[in-house]
């Protein structure tokens, strides 16, 4: 979620070289592959936001209580692997990594792809299958956003990449549903699973494609002495928990996606359930809430050079839980206009958080040395990706006790605790200095000086 002036971007190798980076032809090429192949992989993912509840449900015969579960199953391995993620990827060729990742994920949704056609797939199978999709995620998010930096090192270039994935992103979730209640009322639900098995395979062939062939540390004579990854894994840590701006953008992140992912969690039900919509309308409400994303993630260019990169931050922060808090309340109205309500605050969100995510993704690359890129990354995945299992856990729990609305208005209300949470001495201070280089040239100065 965030941008940086060129000027800063000498701060993550002023020590140590960069890891191999492209020639700027080379570069623009594989990340245009890069580009669509997780394009399509995430128009892909999309489909299963609306497919994985409704197989559950109708299919499979769960309640929604045990259908809040499968997000659980997808982000609980980012709890005991996403630090030893970070150790290991640091040491290995990332995009070499993200291959064996796409291929465990075809094989993943290919087997319930077939069981659901024959017959044969069970709620235990499928949370066991959608768990061993949720350990490649976890190597493939670390590596794929410790990758771009070896494609660019110039903070303008890295904002750019980061932003049109952002796009991308953002044109999924807002596309892939509303083409998901089509989809599935075509092919029915297990059209939609090969549909995404399909994305899978033109990510992995995309991935194969590009020529660039970055290094890990292990290639460039680092040692896996006794005890490596313990060691690596405390270095990370002790980077971005003690640096003064990635600290608490780190923690505001995880409050925020905690309490959203309850939220998220019980809203495809919560449509279904409580507002009565059909699969093809449901597909629309989440499909065209997601329309902020790719304003937000346009304006972040504009806001970070008109505010900096800190101010940017914390208006996107409390722009998004305006938009969160206004969903159950509009919501609430029932039918057709509580449906518009919710439409209408979700735009709101994703606008906010639209702004947000390019700008603390870049933010992080560049104030991290590039031997550390995995590690920190693996951190803020650990600590984001574990808050959606813990908030899909926690919606499960809530709606089993008091239902999808109950569920829905505690995670809404949970997401306004993020803005105390971002506005720490290193966000405060960082807002009054005048140019944002500066700000992270001393922030990173401050970590470096506390290791």
């Known amino acids: ?86 150790a290991i990827v640091d040491r290995l060729p990332r995009r070499t990594v993200m291959l064996v990742c796409d291929g465990v994920q075809v094989l993943a949704f290919g087997a319930i792809w077939v069981l659901a056609a024959l017959g044969g797939l069970t709620f235990p199978l499928l949370f066991a299958l959608i768990l061993m999709s949720g350990c490649a995620v976890v190597f493939f998010q670390v590596a794929y956003t410790s990758y771009l930096p070896s494609l660019y090192d110039e903070a303008d270039a890295l904002h750019r990449g980061n932003t049109r994935l952002a796009l991308s992103e953002s044109a999924a979730k807002a596309l892939g549903p509303m083409a998901a209640g089509p989809v599935i009322a075509v092919l029915g639900l297990v059209g939609a699973i090969a549909a995404n098995m399909v994305s899978f395979a033109a990510s992995l062939t995309s991935l194969a494609l590009i020529r660039h062939r970055e290094k890990g540390t292990a290639e460039l004579g680092s040692g896996r002495e006794p005890g490596w990854m313990r060691r690596d894994i405390a270095e990370g840590l002790r980077f971005a928990l003690r640096h003064p701006v990635l600290r608490p953008v780190l923690a505001c992140g995880t409050v925020y996606v905690l309490a959203l992912s309850m939220v998220e969690t019980s809203l495809v039900l919560y449509c279904r359930n409580v507002l009565g919509l059909s699969p093809g309308w449901i597909g629309v409400v989440i499909g065209a809430a997601a329309a902020g994303y790719p304003i937000g993630n346009l304006l972040s260019t504009r806001l970070i050079r008109r505010l900096g990169s800190p101010r940017t931050l914390v208006l996107a922060a409390s722009v998004s839980v305006l938009g969160i808090v206004a969903m159950p309340a509009l919501g609430s109205l029932g039918g057709t206009p509580g449906a518009i309500g919710l439409v209408a605050g979700s735009i709101v969100h994703c606008v906010g958080e639209g702004a947000f995510s390019p700008t603390s993704i870049t933010m992080r690359q560049v104030l991290t040395p590039a031997s550390l890129l995995g590690r920190v990354g693996s951190v803020q995945r650990f600590l984001l990706w574990g808050a959606i299992a813990l908030g899909s856990l926690l919606a499960a729990a809530a709606t089993a006790l008091g239902g999808l609305a109950a569920a829905v208005w505690i995670g809404a209300l949970g997401t306004v605790l993020c803005l105390p949470a971002l506005l720490q001495r290193g966000i405060r201070a960082a807002m009054t200095s005048a140019p944002v280089s500066d700000v992270q040239q001393d922030a990173t100065k401050e970590s470096n000086n506390s290791q």
């Open 1 to 86: 979620m965030t941008k940086r002036p060129s000027s800063a971007a000498t701060d993550r190798s002023l020590d140590e070289p960069p890891l191999g980076h492209a020639t700027r032809r080379t570069a623009d090429r594989d990340f245009g592959l890069l580009w669509a192949g997780q394009s399509l992989s995430l128009f892909g993912d999309q489909f299963m936001t609306l497919a994985l509840p409704l197989l559950a449900v109708t299919i499979l015969g769960a309640s929604p209580a045990q259908a809040a579960l499968l997000p659980f199953a997808l982000f609980v391995p980012f709890l005991p692997l996403g630090l030893p993620a970070g």
